[in-house]
Structures are given as C-alpha cells and as structure tokens.
C-alpha cells in the first residue's frame, strides 16, 4: 500500500492481529479510497465464511463495489446473503450483537441502495450492542432512511444528537452524519 494515499490507514490495518478482519478492513480501505476492484476482489474471498461477523461485512463491501464495477448481479446475491444472515440470526440463538451485525448489514444494502427496510426488526433496538463508531454510522443510515421518508426534522435530530454524544472522533461515521445534516437544512430552508 501506498502511504500517500492511504495515510495512516494502512498503518492501523497493518496492526490488526486477525488476518480475515485485517483484509475486511483493507478492503473498506479499498472501497473509500476509490479502488472497487481491489476492494471487490479481497471482499469476495470472505463472501462464504463461517465467521459470520467477516461474512456479512465481505457482503457489504461486495455489494457496493460491484455496484460501482457495473456487476449488478454479483452485487445482489451478496445482498441476498445478506438476507439469508440476518433470517438465519433472527431465528436462532445467536446472540444480541449477532443480531445487531445483521441487521445493521441488512439496513445498509437496503436504505443506501432506496429500498424501505420493511419486515425487518428495528435497527435502534439493537443499535447498543454495535462498537460505537458503527453504531454511528447505524445512526446515519436511520437518519438516511427518515430523510428519504421526508422527514427531514427527525433525520437531522438523530445525527445531531449522535455527533453531540461522541465521546472521541469516527471520522467516516461523522462525515456521514455531517453530510445529512446539511441534507436536512437544505430541505428544511425550502
């Protein structure tokens, strides 16, 4: 990896002990850096692991760089694996921040790709289970769903009310926030 493109990104990736979580984390690297195809392609050999935790987060980064590459194929049956994770978490006896990965993953490939997240458990019951810089970004993709719903006041609420409780910096996470926030006060202005 380049230093100069990666920053210190590649520095805490490289510290990383396990080598499944090491290459989800390069690949997201991969994925906000701009290289779908570097991304899709480490992403793509965790797409049937048996760690669930590595399974659905090598689904997300497939879904959305192959959605970048133009494989809308590749990219919806990473969403129907998705799918299948979070039916198979609801139904058995796998623990409450199972579930909330899951269901976190399974609000992801539907509300950043449009599509309503009806029939599924509300995300903000098993929001406090997630590591807080994904349960940030779990409060973004809330927000985002109330902002494609119109409603712009409970959007800007909610991420408003996540940056005040930070207690440190998530940069991705507070960048997405920060981006529906100023969503939100443009449609409010109007």
């Keep these: 990896m380049h230093y100069a493109v990666y920053g210190h990104a590649a520095d805490v990736i490289n510290g990383i002990s396990d080598e499944g979580e090491r290459d989800i984390a390069t690949a997201e690297m991969y994925y906000f850096s701009g290289e779908a195809e570097k991304c899709a392609e480490l992403a793509g050999r965790y797409i049937e692991s048996g760690d669930i935790s590595l399974r659905i987060s090598a689904d997300m980064m497939y879904t959305f760089s192959n959605l970048t590459l133009g494989d809308a194929e590749a990219a919806q049956r990473s969403r ?28 992801i490939s539907m509300v950043l790709l449009h599509i309503q997240p009806e029939g599924l458990p509300d995300l903000g019951e098993y929001n406090r289970y997630l590591p807080t810089g994904i349960r940030l970004y779990a409060v973004y993709v809330l927000a985002h769903d109330a902002y494609l719903c119109g409603e712009y006041a409970k959007a800007l609420g909610m991420a408003q009310s996540a940056l005040m409780l930070s207690d440190r910096e998530y940069p991705i996470s507070m960048i997405y926030l920060r981006c529906i ?4 006060q443009i449609n409010l202005k109007s």
């Design 80 to 107: 129907e694996d998705i799918k299948n994770c979070i039916k198979w978490a609801m139904t058995s006896d796998a623990g409450d921040e199972v579930k909330a990965y899951c269901l976190f993953a399974s609000y």
């Design 181 to 184: 926030i100023a969503m939100c």
